[in-house]
């Protein structure tokens, strides 16, 4: 299916790679901030939790962007990576430079 260049699908693999080693080290720097809160007054447990709601937060967003990346990669392994997984037009060059884990073409995201 695919006429998008080896390069350039090897080039956005090492990318995607890349990302997913990053928020592997963020998630589990989050899981351990998680683990370590041990205030003992009611002041600094109410600012850890608050935090700990932020960092929550972040993990299920790094989460996500995680199983957007491992979907990304299956794609690129089928051969429809680049492909917009709704109406099947070639996703631009430039979209996949921001969302590079994107199945959608800009039309079929809004």
Known sequence: ?????QAELDRRRTQLEARLSELDARLQ?????????QAKDWEELATERENDEMLTSMGEEGKQEIRMIH????????????????CGDRIADARLDLLPATPFCSNCAT
């Open 29 to 37: 720097g989050i899981e351990s901030e998680l683990m370590s809160h």
């Open 71 to 86: 979907a990304a990669l299956k794609r690129l392994d089928e051969g429809e990576y680049g492909y917009c997984t709704k």
């Open 1 to 5: 299916m695919t006429d998008i260049p």
